[in-house]
């Protein structure tokens, strides 16, 4: 089932917040992003290591949204085997402070999730 993609915002108080995180929702999206950050432009193999929870068909959803959202770029090279990269726009390196602040703080309580997950 395909998400529902935001159009519009109420502008209320959060609605900044809401725009957001409605950019970057998604089980895997940070995750992708915080590679492509870290490692530069990646293919999608290379990206589906580095996550190899995700299965091919989330990962490739997931590239999908984000890159209608103009924060991936996704390069086509006309080649056979086809070859497909994908890089952060300046729209998805503008979020490099939003994800280094994520995993600052998933760092630092790391250890309440461990601990979360046992007792549950």
Same mark, same amino acid.
């Given at each position: 089932?395909?998400?529902?993609?935001?159009?519009?915002?109420?502008?209320?108080?959060?609605?900044?917040?809401?725009?957001?995180?409605?950019?970057?929702?998604?089980?895997?999206?940070?995750?992708?992003?915080?590679?492509?950050?870290?490692?530069?432009?990646?293919?999608?193999? *290379?990206?589906?290591?580095? =996550? &190899?929870?995700?299965?091919?068909?989330? $990962? !490739?959803?997931?590239?999908?949204? /984000? +890159? @209608?959202?103009?924060?991936?770029?996704? *390069?086509?090279?006309?080649? =056979? &085997?086809?070859?497909?990269?994908?890089? $952060? !726009?300046?729209?998805?390196?503008? /979020? +490099? @402070?939003?994800?280094?602040?994520?995993?600052?703080?998933?760092?630092?309580?790391?250890?309440?999730?461990g601990k979360?997950?046992?007792?549950?």
């Open positions: 089932m395909a998400k529902i993609r935001h159009s519009s915002f109420d502008c209320s108080p959060g609605c900044s917040v809401e725009a957001a995180i409605s950019l970057i929702d998604g089980k895997w999206k940070t995750v992708i992003l915080w590679h492509l950050l870290n490692e530069g432009t990646l293919r999608f193999n *290379e990206i589906r290591k580095r =996550v &190899p929870s995700i299965t091919q068909r989330m $990962l !490739t959803n997931q590239l999908r949204e /984000l +890159e @209608q959202d103009g924060i991936i770029h996704r *390069e086509v090279y006309p080649q =056979v &085997p086809p070859k497909v990269e994908y890089s $952060l !726009t300046e729209l998805g390196h503008s /979020l +490099e @402070q939003i994800l280094i602040a994520l995993k600052t703080w998933g760092d630092a309580h790391l250890d309440q999730f979360l997950s046992l007792t549950q």
